[in-house]
């Protein structure tokens, strides 16, 4: 008899249920904590029998994945959408009925497993979480000192580098001692800030410097340092893909479709799934690369051909969803980037239609 079992884990604490594989009776059930040692301490009666032991995806369920295999057991990790979902149909939620009803998955079979990154990919995305937190609350200070000194009248400028911000806002609060005052503590929040971000940013940069694959992806025009080591950090493992074309519907960027009957066939929005870092990072290159580089190659004439068609936005995604492909393509070739194919030209297309032309650009 084989057993499935599944963790409904937090924090502090876990909730066990082991069943039947084959009619789904409960065999063993108990809450412990949240201790890979403790766990394994209350499945290991099992172990024989034990065939999966699922758990959902989360905060702590990296680290405590790769104790747990590391100790023997066969873990499996479930998507977090897929199993909300399932779990919706509970009546009453509790950890106890959860953990039971991702037991019912791992029976069952029916679950998407989660790829677990290595160690060394949850450093980079800890630096780039880091960075992007920073930046994030820079510009939050940033702009609560432009919008504050409105009210008097003090401008600070749009044209205003960072290099300078904090001895332009210091000039305009000079004439006012108790506004001065206020406004100082924001300005050493502001620069502490800055400080850190500008270590970390070099941090990055460095990293990038030193890797090959990454110096490889910044040879694509529009993509640079932070796109690089976020799409490495992401991918972790280019094997996992059977196929490279896989990779923008994996990060969300390939268009739902909703189907029902004869009567409705939709194919609507992208379905956002996925990473959204890595979707904002590769929409952000795809937009440098049909808008601000000046070096035309394949992808570019063919985004801007879209974009005089559907439009500027769709064009955008579209080629952010082939940056992915075109990027995993070249981790797993070993190969560089091509500005164009030896059977087409990669020059710059022409429009017969100004119209067309202004709409693409």
Not at 190 to 197: C, F, G, M, S, T
Request: one cysteine or more; a positive charge.
């Amino acid at each position: 008899m084989k057993l499935s079992a599944a963790l409904d884990t937090s924090s502090t604490k876990t909730a066990i249920c082991m069943m039947n594989s084959r009619d789904g009776t409960i065999v063993f059930e108990a809450s412990v904590l949240t201790d890979p040692a403790i766990i394994f301490e209350a499945l290991a009666p099992h172990l024989p029998r034990l065939d999966k032991v699922g758990h959902e995806a989360g905060s702590v369920a990296p680290w405590l994945h790769r104790e747990l295999v590391s100790l023997g057991l066969p873990m499996v990790l479930l998507e977090a959408r897929q199993a909300a979902a399932a779990l919706q149909a509970q009546r009453n939620k509790t950890d106890k009925n959860d953990a039971r009803g991702l037991a019912h998955l791992v029976r069952a079979g029916w679950y998407r497993p989660v790829h677990v990154k290595s160690p060394e990919s949850h450093k980079l995305r800890l630096l780039l979480a880091h960075r992007r937190t920073l930046k994030r609350k820079l510009l939050d200070i940033e702009n609560e000192i432009r919008q504050s000194l409105k009210v008097f009248g003090l401008l600070v400028g749009p044209r205003v580098q960072r290099a300078s911000f904090t001895a332009r806002v210091r000039d305009l609060v000079a004439h006012d001692s108790l506004i001065g005052g206020i406004t100082e503590c924001m300005l050493r929040a502001w620069e502490a800030l800055w400080a850190d971000y500008k270590r970390l940013h070099d941090l990055l940069v460095q990293m990038v410097g030193r890797d090959e694959l990454c110096r490889r992806f910044c040879a694509i025009p529009g993509v640079g340092p932070v796109t690089a080591l976020t799409f490495k950090a992401a991918i972790d493992d280019p094997h996992r893909f059977s196929k490279s074309k896989t990779v923008g519907a994996h990060f969300g960027l390939t268009s739902r479709r909703i189907q029902t009957g004869t009567s409705i066939d939709i194919e609507g929005h992208i379905s956002k799934c996925g990473d959204g870092e890595v979707r904002t990072v590769l929409y952000e290159a795809a937009s440098a690369m049909l808008v601000r580089s000046k070096k035309w190659c394949g992808i570019k004439a063919w985004g801007v051909r879209i974009a005089a068609k559907r439009g500027h936005k769709r064009a955008v995604v579209a080629v952010a969803r082939k940056l992915a492909v075109v990027m995993h393509r070249m981790w797993i070739d070993g190969s560089v980037f091509r500005f164009a194919a030896e059977d087409e030209s990669a020059a710059e297309p022409s429009f017969s239609n100004p119209t067309a032309l202004a709409a693409a650009m």
